[in-house]
Structure formats: structure tokens, C-alpha cells
């Protein structure tokens, strides 16, 4: 019987089993998708993502940024972080960092479906491992979170992300975010991943392809309406309620212990944030301990991104988001510092 079994082998189920190695527990990955692995995301890691990366003996590749920018087309509102930078990365590169930590940490990374779990008072069986724990990995729609009753039903309002990588240098050092005008409730984040790429993630409560929502965006859709891409990838809807991050001897970790929305862009420092946590509750033999931890280790998130959320909801609201900014700079700069640092 191994110590851990992770279902999902991308970011959040990597960085797990790379500090459960590192402890000494024998660990086991199970991942359907042959690596790299792609996702829809904004790959702007803030800085405290950063620093769980280089503790994790992970150095990325990518493009360093300095703060974050408001546009609405009108004003500009401009943030920068007060001590070490955040990084740009594609996704595939992250993956692939992480899946080579794995492998130096002696992480056995087995390609494959997790398929049913089944549990004990002793220990968890699934894809044919028999394990003390599971770390559910699985994702934002996490098949594990589903059939153990964890999910809450997520509300009638939706949204959705769609990503393109679009090759031109990056023109700003800070990742750039486009609030649309006239009250549509969509903002497109553009980050600089690479010297002559920059990622471009929007996130709408429409569907709808990229052009068509790049539209809402004039002065960014005529930066880089010209310029070669990749192709689109999207992702959701995002919001993710649920009712508690523990089965017995399954712990969620990553998308798959909930999320509220990319506003913010916390997601994967608190996903690394939470596989140390993890990893304590399995050593200590003490599963119960993680939801309340995971609570306490989100909160600022999840107060502050349902906030946003939630208020840029009404078009006034929305329309005045960046005029604030830009008017309250030291209120503007201490929000990003204390979600980035």
C-alpha cells in the first residue's frame, strides 16, 4: 500500500506529489493526458506563486511583471508590486517544470483513468492502487468531487474563459487588464509570457468566439487583431461551489476543492498553498484538519474575488471600478500588493 495516490497529474496534482516525496511518502500520480498539459488560464503567476514555485525547486520560464494595469478605454489605473515581480508562463512550460520536479523527487507518474473510488477506514483503492489518502486533482469539474456528493449546486450566473497566445512583444510590464464598456460584464487580461508572446484570456458571462468577444476591446483588438496566434482555448463555467474539501481519506486540492472566479488571479498560489497543506494533514494523520486550514488559507480570496465579482455585477459599479482605481492609487496598489505578496 502506497502513502498517496494523486488523481490528476496537472499543476495542483504535481505540486502535491512533489511535496509529499519530498517527506517521505511514497506517491503515486495518476494523469489520463499525455504531458505537457494545456489549459485556458491567464498564466500569470503573482508573486507569491512565484516564491511556492522556487520552493518547490521550480524556475519556470517566462517573463517577469511588475504590476497590474486597469483600462476601461477612458482612464488608466496602474499598480506595482511592492517587493519581487510575478511571472508570465505558458501552461505547458509550468507543466512541464513541475513534471520534472516530480521525477527528481522520485514521484511515479502513471498514465491512465482514476475511474471509481472506493474507501475504507484504512485506506482508499482507485485505478488500481490501493493508498492511505487520495489527493483529488482532478480539476475544475472534478469527477471525484462529484461522485463523493462534495458539489453545491453553482447559481444561474456563469462564466466562462477563452485564451489565445498572440505573437507580438510584450508592450507593458505589468499584466494589463481591459474592463469592456457600456456595462458588459467581460474583462480581458493580456500577459506577457514570453519576449515575443503575450497571453490573452478573457473572461465573459457570454458565450461566444474570441473575435467576437475581442470586439468588446477596440483599443486591444486593433493592437493585435493583425498579429499570428495560436490556437483558442476555453474553459468553465468557472464557479465552482463546494460543500466541504474532505471524504474520509480524500482531500480536494487545486480547481477541484472549488473556485470563484479568475478576477484575481490567485488561482495557483493558493492551489500550491493548499498541497503543502495537504500533505501536513496526511502526515499528521489528520484528513479532518484540511477544510478548515483550506478556509482559513483562501479567505482573503474568497471574500475579495466574490466582492468583485458580485459588484461588478451592476453596470455602475462595473463602470466605476477603473475611475477608482486610478482616483484611490494607495488603496488600488495595497489590494494588489496584499493579493500578490
Given at each position: 500500500m502506497i502513502d498517496l495516490l494523486v488523481a490528476g497529474g496537472g499543476p495542483a496534482g504535481l505540486a502535491t506529489a512533489v511535496h509529499a516525496a519530498r517527506a517521505g511518502l511514497e506517491t503515486v500520480v495518476v494523469e489520463r493526458r499525455c504531458g505537457p498539459i494545456d489549459k485556458a488560464c491567464g498564466e500569470g503567476l503573482m508573486p507569491?506563486?512565484?516564491r511556492h514555485l522556487h520552493e518547490l525547486g521550480v524556475d519556470a520560464e517566462g517573463r517577469a511583471f511588475r504590476g497590474i494595469r486597469y483600462l476601461d478605454g477612458r482612464r488608466v489605473a496602474e499598480a506595482r508590486f511592492s517587493g519581487e515581480a510575478g511571472r508570465?508562463?505558458?501552461?505547458?512550460?509550468?507543466?512541464?517544470?513541475?513534471?520534472?520536479?516530480?521525477?527528481?523527487?522520485?514521484?511515479?507518474?502513471?498514465?491512465?483513468?482514476?475511474?471509481?473510488?472506493?474507501?475504507?477506514?484504512?485506506?482508499?483503492?482507485?485505478?488500481?492502487?490501493?493508498?492511505?489518502?487520495?489527493a483529488?486533482?482532478?480539476?475544475?469539474?472534478?469527477?471525484?468531487?462529484?461522485?463523493?456528493?462534495?458539489?453545491?449546486?453553482?447559481?444561474?450566473?456563469?462564466?466562462?474563459?477563452?485564451?489565445?497566445?498572440?505573437?507580438?512583444?510584450?508592450?507593458?510590464?505589468?499584466?494589463?487588464?481591459?474592463?469592456?464598456?457600456?456595462?458588459?460584464?467581460?474583462?480581458?487580461?493580456?500577459?506577457?509570457?514570453?519576449?515575443?508572446c503575450v497571453g490573452v484570456a478573457i473572461l465573459t458571462s457570454a458565450r461566444g468566439r474570441f473575435e467576437q468577444h475581442l470586439e468588446k476591446f477596440p483599443a486591444l483588438a486593433d493592437r493585435i487583431r493583425a498579429c499570428p496566434h495560436g490556437t483558442d482555448r476555453a474553459a468553465?463555467?468557472?464557479?465552482?461551489?463546494?460543500?466541504?474539501?474532505?471524504?474520509?481519506?480524500?482531500?480536494l486540492v487545486g480547481d477541484a476543492a472549488g473556485y470563484i472566479d479568475a478576477l484575481t488571479g490567485e488561482g495557483m498560489g493558493l492551489a500550491f498553498g493548499a498541497a503543502e497543506l495537504l500533505v501536513g494533514c496526511v502526515l499528521a494523520d489528520r484528513p479532518g484538519d484540511y477544510d478548515r486550514q483550506w478556509r482559513a488559507l483562501t479567505r482573503r480570496y474568497r471574500f475579495l474575488t466574490a466582492a468583485l465579482l458580485y459588484g461588478s455585477g451592476f453596470r455602475p459599479v462595473r463602470a466605476g471600478i477603473t475611475p477608482a482605481a486610478a482616483a484611490l492609487p494607495v488603496v488600488f496598489s495595497a489590494v494588489v500588493n496584499a493579493l500578490g505578496q
Open positions: 507569491h506563486s512565484v508570465g508562463v505558458r501552461r505547458t512550460v509550468l507543466h512541464a517544470a513541475l513534471s520534472d520536479a516530480a521525477a527528481a523527487a522520485g514521484v511515479k507518474v502513471v498514465q491512465g483513468e482514476v475511474g471509481a473510488v472506493h474507501q475504507d477506514s484504512t485506506s482508499v483503492s482507485a485505478a488500481g492502487f490501493q493508498a492511505r489518502y487520495l483529488a486533482a482532478d480539476g475544475l469539474h472534478s469527477p471525484i468531487r462529484r461522485s463523493l456528493g462534495l458539489a453545491e449546486d453553482n447559481g444561474p450566473r456563469r462564466r466562462w474563459g477563452i485564451r489565445r497566445h498572440v505573437r507580438i512583444a510584450p508592450w507593458s510590464d505589468c499584466v494589463e487588464v481591459y474592463w469592456a464598456r457600456d456595462g458588459d460584464a467581460s474583462e480581458a487580461y493580456v500577459t506577457p509570457v514570453a519576449d515575443d468553465g463555467p468557472l464557479r465552482q461551489k463546494v460543500r466541504r474539501r474532505t471524504a474520509g481519506r480524500v482531500l
